[in-house]
C-alpha cells in the first residue's frame, strides 16, 4: 500500500452528467485532493463498468470510487477484485449484490415514483432509452435544488438504455465485501427510496452512513458540504490505514 493521497473518481447515474459534482470537486480541491469526474456512458452495465475501469487505470495510483444513483452498479462492477479501489462511497445510490439489477433494488422497498416521471423512446442499437421529462425533473430528481438550476439539469441530463437499468451485477464478488464503504443517504429521495439506500448500506458493513434529512435524489448538488466530507472521511480512512500498517 502507498501513503499516496488518493485520487477520486467520481461516477454519476441516470438523469444526470459529470457537471453533477461540481460543487464537490470544488470543496475537495480546497483541500487539496485531486477529483476526477467520469463521463458514464450509461449504456449497458458492462460497458459503463469496463470504461470506468479504464477511468482507474489511468490514474496509476490509489483510487476512492464514488457513485451516485445507478453509479452504484457501476463502481460495484468496476471495483470487483480492482486493488486499485481503495474505497467506495455510495451517494443516493444502489449497492447491489450479485444477480440484482437497478430495476430489482429499486423495488425492493416502496416510495420510488420515478416511473411515472420517464419518457422512453426507442435507440437505433435497440431497446429503449429513458430519460425524466423536464416538466417533473424539479420534483421528481431535486426538489431542494432551484427551479432556475434544475432546468438547466433537466435540459442537459443524460437518458439510461433500459438495458443498463436491467442488467444484473456480474461481478461474483461484490466490491463492497472486500474494500470498505461510506454510504449517504437522502432522505426525501424519489427516485431510489431511502429504505433501500439504508438497507445497502447495512449489508455493506458501511463504515460510516450519513443520512440528510429532507435531501433529494440530487443530493450532491443541493448538499456539497456533506457528501464531499463522507468522501474526506473515506480518503482519511484510508491514510490511517497505510500509516498504521507501515
Known amino acids: 500500500m502507498t501513503t499516496e493521497k488518493p485520487t477520486i473518481v467520481l461516477v454519476h447515474g441516470a438523469f444526470a452528467e459529470s457537471s453533477s459534482w ?43 470510487l464514488v457513485g451516485h ?10 471495483a470487483a477484485e480492482n486493488s486499485a479501489v481503495v474505497g467506495l462511497v455510495y451517494v ?23 416511473g411515472e416521471a420517464l419518457a422512453a423512446y426507442p435507440v437505433s442499437t435497440g431497446g429503449n432509452e429513458f430519460a425524466i421529462r423536464p416538466d417533473v425533473f424539479h420534483h421528481q430528481f431535486a426538489a431542494d435544488v432551484s427551479e432556475d438550476v434544475t432546468a438547466l439539469m433537466a435540459a442537459t441530463q443524460r437518458p439510461v438504455t433500459e438495458a443498463a437499468l436491467s442488467d444484473a451485477l456480474a461481478a461474483q464478488r461484490p466490491a463492497w465485501k ?7 443517504v437522502a432522505e426525501l429521495d424519489l427516485n431510489i427510496p431511502a429504505a433501500v439506500q439504508r438497507a445497502g448500506a447495512e449489508r455493506a458493513g458501511s463504515r460510516g452512513t450519513h443520512e440528510i434529512a ?13 457528501v ?3 468522501i474526506a472521511a473515506a480518503g482519511k480512512a484510508y491514510l490511517a490505514s497505510v500509516t498504521e500498517a507501515a
Not at 179 to 184: E, G, L, N, R
Not at 214 to 226: F, I, K, L, R, T
Open 69 to 78: 444513483s445507478y453509479g452504484g452498479m457501476v463502481i460495484t462492477e468496476a
Open 22 to 64: 461540481n460543487g464537490v470537486i470544488l470543496r475537495l480541491q480546497e483541500h487539496g485532493v485531486r477529483a476526477v469526474a467520469a463521463a458514464n456512458p450509461l449504456r449497458s452495465l458492462s460497458i459503463d463498468a469496463a470504461y470506468v475501469r479504464d477511468v482507474i487505470a489511468s490514474i496509476g495510483g490509489p483510487v476512492i
Open 178 to 184: 472486500d474494500t470498505p464503504s461510506w454510504h449517504v
Open 92 to 114: 443516493a445510490a444502489f449497492t447491489p449484490d450479485t444477480g440484482e439489477s437497478a430495476f430489482t433494488l429499486s423495488a425492493s422497498a416502496p416510495g420510488s415514483t420515478l
Open 228 to 230: 464531499a466530507a463522507v
Open 214 to 226: 429532507g435531501a433529494s435524489h440530487a443530493v450532491a448538488v443541493s448538499q456539497p458540504d456533506a
